[in-house]
């Protein structure tokens, strides 16, 4: 059955740092999002992407973030110059037209 | 804006015992999703409600949704260990797909 992949299965990097996560979305899925959970909290969405653009994002998807689909597969998410407060796990999920969306195993990203 | 809010937060049950757990949300939603999360793990799709008086069944869960009072609940017949988890409902609109999450109830099932 396919499945949405994410790498890192944990990232830990230091205040200031750039990382970049990744998602490979389910191949004939054309919406694809980013979602991140503080640990201990609800789940929070960040932004959604199609057609090669951002079609929504949320107060929290601010300039140190931004997505990019590189290629036909990948899906990133890179956080510019990472903050404490930016350590939680990081979910990407992807949708075919008027279906539900399905999540991948998540980033857990640790910001020292 | 729109807001889930789900309750109880936490739910502590005894082997064998039915509990409902609740999903408020604040406008009107096309689409009503129930996740199970267990810890550090992601997201299982549970159950998809499209419309009012829709009723899904799996195992011991049921998932019911009434559009009029943005309501949904999930009930858990003759709970069993297994179902320990941390239970998330979530809701769409139409013209967005972003989910927005409740704030989850985390279910403890105890011998």
């Known amino acids: 059955e396919p499945e949405v992949t994410q790498t890192p299965s944990h990232q830990v990097t230091q205040m200031g740092q750039e990382v970049i996560l990744r998602c490979v979305p389910i191949s004939n899925h054309l919406y694809f999002y980013w979602y991140r959970q503080i640990l201990g909290q609800k789940v929070e969405f960040l932004v959604s992407?199609?057609?090669?653009?951002?079609?929504?994002k949320s107060e929290i998807f601010d300039d140190q973030f931004s997505v990019e689909r590189p290629d036909g597969s990948n899906f990133t998410l890179k956080i510019r110059s990472t903050k404490l407060e930016d350590s939680a796990m990081y979910f990407c999920?992807?949708?075919?037209?008027?279906?539900?969306?399905?999540f991948g195993p998540g980033t857990r990203l640790t910001v020292t | 804006e729109l807001k889930v809010e789900q309750n109880p937060l936490f739910l502590s049950m005894q082997e064998g015992k039915n509990y409902t757990i609740y999903c408020n949300y604040s406008t009107t939603s096309d689409r009503l999703y129930w996740y199970r999360q267990d810890p550090g793990k992601s997201l299982e799709s549970l159950f998809v409600l499209l419309s009012n008086g829709a009723v899904k069944q799996e195992g011991r869960l049921m998932a019911s949704l009434d559009t009029k009072a943005r309501l949904s609940t999930l009930h858990i017949t003759a709970a069993v260990h297994d179902l320990s988890a941390t239970y998330f409902c979530a809701v769409d609109r139409a013209n967005t797909d972003k989910l927005i999450f409740g704030t989850g109830t985390r279910l403890q099932v105890f011998p």
């Open positions: 992407f199609y057609n090669n653009e951002i079609s929504e």
């Open positions: 999920a992807s949708m075919d037209r008027g279906t539900e969306q399905y």
